[in-house]
């Protein structure tokens, strides 16, 4: 008789239950997260509508003159619900959400998810190539002062830190458009997107330099390339400054560390060694990019301003000088869900990079 | 880190960089749109904001009066062929007032109705230019723009039912309450643009009878320039309407794009890349002045910037204080301190760029006089005085706020500075008359001394949040509005101006200047007497 022995799957057995157990505990983690997301919301936009509804303003006499009559304030307020009590606006502001309307401009007559979706992509195109430059700019500016500490360029990466955080972000706009554009004649004209291009004929995304490339029109993408790069490097050279202070501090402790120490011992190269210690900060690296982004998005403003961009920024500082209400709790609608969004995947990533990371409630 | 490492990085990052410089460097010559080198015959006009939509109303701010004014679609305008300067030396009076798209006109005897003759225009669309254009644009102003009713209906006197009646296909009839010298000129405003109504009516519906939507985002008008594309808060770009028939300059395109900052705005002009600069501010437009291949121009306008003191407090109410605090003020230093010298000291209650008006009561300059009249009036230590400015409203408040705080520190005046930075609340403070005092600033939408006294100062006037009720002064103006003897009307503007300085409704400290800077290529300005430019007449060289 002869006995078949399965081939012992010991190896598979005892790492595939550890794998899903994982996965598992991961999508535990994002569902918890997913959950409290509408709760979140709700709640900033509930203390956003009582904030911005309580401002001391008169929507009608600003929207429709100072000459407007009785009659045509009276109907304004109708109109847009002004007329009835604070409460009873809450009630219907929350109704038209869930229904998708974020309700119309006082000044456009616009609906504000439609100016979203025109205004959010140019931002949201502006903001993570910024992050992109702040990131590698501030990593690189950081590892060379905590590295070379001692050294003439670690000193120079320190100061040139020091510099760039003490100027406010606009006045490094206007100094970069009079260098680059005006003596060196090297940028073109800050003239928003796509310079003194058609943007109506580009539309898909609303991101110029995205849509120039989906259409082919690659004169066009040259030219949305073009604008991109003085204000990508004012909010990037801006934010890895900031950026570079947090990977150094981190750094310069994680260049002591045991692991870091035992990896020099075991001969192996300095670049490595660095590479080590880069990932031993990763997790607070991680977290820090993710805040970034979140400012970046609602921060922006003022250089979407200087270089005309016409982005989300703008649309919403228009808004408040104006206080356009809708369009303000239109704008904190989308930084609340997108910043809510970055915090929930960077929980998740956080807990791909590092398992110890505990994030199940007690 | 070797050193082998760092070289390769370091060549990296400098390719990186070579790249984005190539980058926008060849981007950049898309930026441009020429410098005059004959081939070109396009104009960027750089605005401080391009408004969200293009109709008159909700009124998107200056920019929404610029590219109005630039349609050339109303019925009336300026012709400053004949005025010294074409316009900008004197400002054009009412006598300059010509047909846009009316061909004739006449005033009947009654002198209730005006009856206009149309010329023969056909907008872009292939509509011809009718009465009944006329009447559904005028009486859509009225339906939807405040400011266009209380301008034609209240300032003008025209019949709110029933403002115009068609006659036949190319004659309308203007119905008035009462003819006064505006009745014309307050047609030259952008305000009153004529639309293509048989357009417009196609996107009308029961809910929105005046398709407003429609006309937020298109335009369909009969002057010389059609819609090409409208990027809302960015750019609004015109070229010409093939239809058309009638004088223009060579131009084969106009842009409006919003440039909101004025530094940026003032660099693009030095660089070519725009054709005009529009509401620069003072330092910037001095820095213009001499630059190589730029125009920087100086011309009267009616534009007066005013300390307005609120009546309504009570060391305010008393006329000796507001004298004494005009008294206190040296125009001319505030002039050199804030405005670069590019603004007159206001001498009297009117406008000082109005032709032929002489007021034989001046603002004077006495220190020693204001504090003996403060005294007078019970104030012989001075008060506490807040005052309320805004950058939305007088560009170079601050600077004025500061200088004026130093002058009636004098007296005693105890000035506490509060600047607004958003114009809705400075609006809402200054029409719910929730100020002491604020600086502000009149540009007249009808340059006649008449329009400015009775919008500005009257009793009964929504500007005058003040509260300045005097008698005489508003008899005087409504004389003033029906008087049609040439002499008569000269000498009821002095009259008024006179009265002013005695009574001080406002303390004028300013006669503003228009400031235009733009391409020495450009050709043909004529400036306006209402401000923004129209650049039909305009050519490049």
Known sequence: MVTEVAPNPVGLTRAAPAARSRRSALLRLALRRLAILPVAVFLVLTAAFFMVNGLPSNAARNALGPLADDAAVAEFNHKFGLDQDLWTRYVHYLGDLVRGDLGTSYYTSSDISGQLVRYFPATLELSLLSLVVAVVLGTALGVLSAYKSQSVSGRAARMVTSVVQAVPDFAIGLLLIYVFFFLLHLAPAPLGQVGAEDMESLRITNAAALDALLRGRWDVFGSAVSQLVLPVATLGLFYSAIFSRMVGSLLRTALKSPQVEFARACGQPERRVIWYALLDVRAPIVTYIAMLAGFLIGGEAVIETVFAWNGLGQWALAGVLATDLPVIQGFILVATTFTLLLYMMLDVISHVLDPRIETAPK | ?541
Not at chain 2, 46 to 71: E, F, H, K, M, R
């Open chain 2, 1 to 541: 880190m070797n050193a082998k490492s760092i070289r390769h990085r370091g060549r990296g990052l400098v390719v990186a960089i070579a790249a984005a410089a190539m980058v926008a460097a060849c981007g950049s010559q898309s930026g441009d749109t020429g410098n005059g080198d004959g081939s070109d015959k396009s104009l960027t006009i750089a605005l401080p904001a391009v408004p969200n939509n293009l109709d008159i109303q909700p009124y998107g701010g200056p920019g929404t009066s610029y590219v109005l004014a630039g349609l050339s679609s109303t019925l009336f305008t300026y012709d400053t062929s004949k005025v010294p300067g074409e316009g900008c030396d004197q400002l054009a009076g009412l006598d300059a007032i010509t047909g846009q798209l009316v061909d004739t006109w006449s005033l009947s005897g009654d002198r209730k109705s005006i009856k206009l003759t149309l010329k023969d225009q056909t907008s872009a669309n292939g509509n011809k230019l009718t009465a009944e254009d006329v009447k559904w644009s005028i009486e859509r102003a009225i339906a939807i723009a405040s400011v266009a009713k209380t301008t034609l209906t209240q300032t003008a006197e025209y019949d709110a039912d029933n403002p115009v009646t068609v006659v036949d296909e190319k004659t309308a009839q203007l119905n008035l309450k009462n003819s006064l010298p505006i009745d014309t000129a307050v047609l030259t405003h952008p305000m009153t643009t004529i639309y293509d109504s048989v357009e417009a009516k196609k996107h009308a519906t029961g809910d929105d009878p005046w398709a407003n939507k429609w006309m937020q985002t298109n335009l369909a008008v009969f002057g010389p320039w059609k819609l090409d594309s409208f990027t809302p808060g960015d750019q609004v770009v015109l070229v010409p309407n093939p239809n058309f028939t009638g004088p223009r300059g060579n131009l084969t395109k106009v842009t409006f794009k919003g440039v909101p900052d004025d530094s940026t705005r003032a660099q693009l002009i030095r660089r070519g890349t725009v054709q005009f600069a529009v509401s620069l501010s003072y330092s910037q437009f001095s820095s213009l002045d001499g630059a190589a291949g730029v125009t920087a121009k100086q011309c009267v306008s009616p534009t007066r910037d005013t300390l307005i003191l609120n009546l309504n407090d009570p060391a305010l109410s008393k006329v000796e204080v507001r004298q004494a605090i005009s008294m206190a003020i040296d125009r001319k230093a505030l002039i050199q301190g804030a405005y670069r010298d590019l603004a007159k000291p206001a001498v009297s209650g009117v406008s000082g760029s109005y032709p032929g008006v002489s007021p034989q009561k001046t603002y004077t300059f006495d220190v020693a006089k204001a504090k003996q009249l403060l005294a007078d009036a019970g104030y012989p230590n001075g008060f506490p005085l807040e005052l309320t400015f805004s950058t939305t409203r007088v560009a170079n408040a601050p600077q004025s706020a500061v200088l004026l705080q130093t002058m009636l520190k004098q007296i005693g005046i105890d000035v506490t500075l509060n600047n607004v930075a958003a114009a809705a609340t400075f609006a809402d403070l200054y029409y719910a008359s929730k100020y002491q005092a604020v600086i502000y600033q009149e540009p007249p939408a009808v340059a006649y001394p008449y329009y400015a006294f009775k919008a500005y100062n009257t009793g009964t006037s929504g500007q005058n949040t003040y509260g300045f009720k005097n008698a005489q002064f508003d008899q005087l103006v409504q004389q003033l509005g029906a008087s049609s003897d040439a002499q008569q009307q000269t000498s009821l503007i002095n009259q008024l101006a006179d009265l002013s300085v005695d009574t001080m409704p406002e303390v004028y400290l300013t006669d503003d200047a228009a400031l235009y800077a733009y391409s020495s290529s450009v050709t043909g300005l004529k400036p306006s007497p209402y401000g923004p430019l129209s650049p039909v007449d305009l050519s490049r060289s």
